[in-house]
């Protein structure tokens, strides 16, 4: 079994809707066995600027982790059109035990 896991901003959207809902509908119509979206405090990418949209008046998009966990096959499958929704980041792939 792999774990998955990518970063983006809950500002990002892909076909006009929220990239991060697009993804979830499209894990689960692939019938993924499971996934999360987290939601940050405080994060930085690979600019180096700080979000934390928690301030007052602060204007950062919240960064948000996805994270699914399926056998290694499925998440094979979905993952070339995960990288073309995402564009550009990293993904983590790491492998996990049921138990």
């Keep these: 079994m792999l774990e998955v896991k ?27 066995m499971g996934a999360s979206v987290f939601e940050a405090k405080i994060g930085y990418g690979h600019k180096h600027h700080l979000h934390h949209p928690q301030n007052l008046g602060n204007v950062d998009e919240n960064p948000i982790m996805i994270m699914f966990i399926d056998e290694e096959e499925k998440v094979e499958l979905v993952l070339p059109h ?18």
């Design 6 to 32: 990518f970063f983006l901003d809950e500002s990002d959207q892909y076909e006009d809707k929220p990239k991060h809902e697009y993804i979830m509908r499209y894990l689960m119509h692939h019938s993924i």
């Design 82 to 99: 995960l990288k073309e929704v995402l564009n550009q980041g990293l993904i983590v792939k790491t492998k996990v035990e049921r138990i």
